[in-house]
């Protein structure tokens, strides 16, 4: 009964590769976030969706593009890996907006060779 | 800018108390959170308080706000080995609901 499931756990892949990371909320939120947390551990938020629209855009490559099929699910696809993509990427839901009392998924720890 | 500022490292002894402090930005944020990192997991909420509150207790944690000078900071009471993660302070931006994390401060507990 995970409340914020990500897909894969760790994904390790070749630099110029495309890679998706998966999103699930199973707590009837609103709204879903992608961050990046880097390996000085600091977090910066990426995308938020609500009800499907997107809602944060912040200043990412337009190599990530997020897509939400649905208002449980907010996938990451990453296109051309870099070395600099290595982080810990998470997925996170809220209610509503404004989103506090965010919900934190496990972390898909990317490792680009 | 848009820094949430927080020291990187606390060291306390098991039973002691412990403050983590943290500094922040946009004196309009209606929400000021603690988040809590162990190892290898995602972030959980810890608690959170209202511009509007001075401080916050909820058993062996308490929080207090000090609006005029944007400071925060969280008490844990009776330092335990499980307490040992990082923590971090962030608010929510009311203009963009953007929430801003601070780099967090790693919390190691001495025997």
């Known amino acids: 009964d995970t409340a914020v499931s990500q897909t894969p756990k760790y994904l390790v892949t070749q630099m110029g590769n495309d890679k998706s990371i998966k999103c699930e909320q199973n707590l009837g939120h609103d709204t879903m976030y992608w961050y990046k947390q880097d390996s000085k551990k600091f977090l910066k938020i990426m995308f938020s969706?609500?009800?499907?629209?997107?809602?944060i855009n912040e200043t990412v490559p337009n190599r990530f593009s997020p897509k939400s099929p649905d208002k449980a699910h907010l996938n990451l696809h990453i296109n051309s890996l870099e070395l600099g993509d290595s982080a810990v990427y998470f997925c996170?839901?809220?209610?509503?907006?404004?989103?506090?009392?965010?919900?934190f998924g496990p972390g898909t720890r990317l490792t680009v060779l | 800018g848009e820094d949430v500022e927080q020291s990187l490292f606390l060291s306390v002894r098991e039973g002691d108390s412990s403050v983590i402090n943290c500094t922040y930005t946009?004196?309009?944020?209606?929400?000021l959170y603690w988040y809590k990192q162990e190892p290898g997991a995602g972030l959980q909420l810890l608690t959170y308080i209202f511009s509007n509150m001075d401080m916050k207790q909820d058993q062996r944690l308490t929080v207090l706000l000090n609006k005029k000078d944007k400071h925060l900071s969280l008490r844990i009471a009776d330092t335990q080995t499980g307490d040992s993660a990082i923590y971090f302070c962030a608010e929510i931006k009311n203009r963009d609901d953007k929430i801003i994390f601070g780099k967090g401060t790693r919390l190691h507990i001495l025997p």
């Open positions: 996170a839901s809220s209610p509503r907006l404004p989103g506090h009392e965010q919900f």
């Open positions: 946009d004196s309009s944020s209606t929400y």
């Open positions: 969706y609500n009800n499907k629209e997107l809602i």
